[in-house]
């Protein structure tokens, strides 16, 4: 596989989300918005480069017995600092998305790619799936987001499309079950069923 390759598979061939269907928990709980959907990839990709890069660099020091909670304790390093970071810097996101920031050290994703790739691979390797396999998810996420978000809100990283009409206080008419649960279910299918339709065109 060459390094283009290497990189794009993340984003099309191997999307975690709309190709593999890793990591739904997440995916459906924090994908409300678009703002959230971004924070939680981007927060995901930080921990997914780095914990590949760390386990690349010590994965001939960890013996077998210990190979899965050892990579479990180095993930939850990089979750630890994502948490401290976002709970400092972008309070309202930290709150909106909630626990699912600590569980992103069970996420299947991040403890796959460690087990698969970053501990029978070299560092470069494991950077490039990394970034790869994290920003595919975190593209996975902010399109659901954004979509959940105009239909559910009519709003786009919080801005007013002004494209629902008002009801008589003023406020637009939208399709609110979009927000919810079932709306996460419902856009995910449809985005997973195009998805399909367009790799086997």
Do not use: W
């Amino acid at each position: 596989m060459t390094l283009k390759d290497n990189f794009i598979k993340g984003f099309f061939k191997e999307n975690a989300v709309f190709v593999l269907l890793l990591g739904l928990c997440p995916t459906l709980a924090t994908s409300s918005s678009a703002i959230n959907g971004l924070g939680m990839g981007l927060a995901t990709t930080f921990v997914l480069v780095m914990s590949n890069i760390v386990i690349s660099l010590v994965k001939n020091q960890i013996p077998d017995k210990v190979r899965i909670p050892s990579f479990i304790v180095i993930i939850a390093s990089f979750v630890t600092v994502v948490d401290l970071v976002m709970s400092g810097f972008l309070p309202d996101l930290h709150s909106s998305l909630g626990l699912f920031i600590p569980l992103i050290v069970v996420n299947c994703i991040v403890l796959g790619r460690a087990e698969a790739f970053a501990s029978k691979n070299n560092i470069l390797d494991s950077l490039i799936d990394g970034v790869s396999m994290g920003l595919g998810f975190a593209m996975a996420l902010t399109i659901l987001g954004s979509i959940r978000e105009i239909l559910g809100a009519g709003t786009i990283f919080g801005i007013d499309l002004s494209i629902y009409p008002t009801d008589e206080k003023g406020a637009p008419v939208t399709m609110l079950m979009f927000i919810l649960a079932p709306g996460a279910f419902i856009v995910l299918g449809y985005l997973i069923a195009l998805i399909n339709k367009i790799r086997n065109v």
